[in-house]
């Protein structure tokens, strides 16, 4: 007899514990309407809008701003911005990976120290930063002389003004955003796993890359959508460090918002590099799902197979 009462009561407290999610969840989700989808879906029904001669958004509608991005010189920015973009995710989660490790496995002081110093840089206005590479990086800065001394650049070979300035730049200010989540999994990270592989005969770079490597892997992915993400809009670093020759996709918004006044092929761009990141954040979601209906994702034959 005292079982459906149980039962209700336990069916009471998950209502409950419904509401008290939804009611955390709605402001979130009432600022992420106004402010992201609905200016969003302002963006898109732009793109399909005629230019007006005045700068403005004509009357009708039109797939010619569409039509045009098919020009040759999009083509070339799109691979640009994806190419560095791409390149700098790499890097970073290249130079990430030690040093979460490092972190996870030294202990609590000098961890506090280090994490210290992958946060400075965030005391420091974005832009003073970016000028400050601009220094660096110019015909006389000292990055470019050592690199000149050491061999790596020619006399009169520049750096400034060039994908590479750019590319060293994004890695400089978004290497952090990957050191974070990578160190956050790190720490979660069962060591022991590591010893027991080396006890069944695996060396220390194969227990590395397959039990350490896909421990992590989540912290990984989110890794690199924290860096890929915002470079694929960089707008300030281009236009700063990348000069003319080496626009990005965030330039070239903002050429047709400020210089051009041309705002349907603006909200064209803009709406192309929306879907580009949405279609990651959602391949994400799906992999992450993925994984958790998986389980622990280790392949039935074992780890080292």
């Excluded at 700068?55 to 799109?78: F, H």
């Excluded at 000098?110 to 970016?130: A, E, K, S």
């Excluded at 990055?143 to 300035?165: H, K």
């Excluded at 707008?235 to 050429?255: F, H, R, T, W």
Aim: glycine share 8%; proline share 6%; with cysteine.
């Amino acid at each position: 007899m005292s079982a459906r009462p149980e039962r209700a009561q336990g069916s009471a407290r998950n209502e409950r514990r419904r509401l008290n999610e939804i009611f955390l969840t709605l402001p979130s989700l009432v600022w992420l309407g106004v402010f992201f989808f609905v200016p969003t879906l302002i963006v898109f029904a732009i793109a399909f809008r005629p230019a007006d001669p005045y700068g403005g958004i004509g009357d009708g509608w039109t797939l010619e701003t569409i039509r045009r991005m098919v020009s040759p010189n999009y083509p070339a920015i799109i691979w640009r911005t994806f190419l560095l973009s791409v390149a700098a995710t790499f890097i970073c989660l290249t130079l990430a990976v030690p040093v979460g490790y490092c972190l996870a496995r030294v202990g609590r002081r000098w961890r506090q120290w280090i994490l210290l110093l992958v946060v400075i840089p965030f005391w420091t206005n974005f832009l003073v930063r970016v000028f400050a590479w601009k220094s660096l990086l110019a015909t006389n800065g000292s990055f470019r002389l050592a690199l000149v001394w050491l061999g790596v650049l020619g006399e009169d070979q520049p750096i400034l003004f060039t994908p590479v300035a750019i590319l060293l730049v994004l890695v400089y200010t978004y290497l952090p955003f990957a050191i974070l989540p990578v160190y956050a999994s790190a720490e979660k990270f069962d060591f022991s796993l590591l010893e027991a592989a080396r006890d069944l005969g695996a060396s220390s770079g194969k227990a590395f890359f397959r039990v350490f490597l896909p421990g992590i892997s989540r912290g990984l992915a989110t890794a690199a959508i924290m860096v890929l993400v915002p470079s694929l809009g960089s707008y300030v670093i281009p236009d700063l460090v990348g000069g003319a020759s080496s626009e990005m996709l965030g330039n070239k918004i903002a050429q047709y918002v400020y210089t051009e006044r041309n705002l349907p092929r603006a909200s064209a761009l803009s709406a192309i590099l929306t879907v580009v990141v949405v279609a990651l954040l959602i391949l994400f979601l799906w992999w992450s799902l993925r994984r958790d209906r998986s389980g622990s994702g280790v392949k039935k034959g074992g780890l080292f197979t």
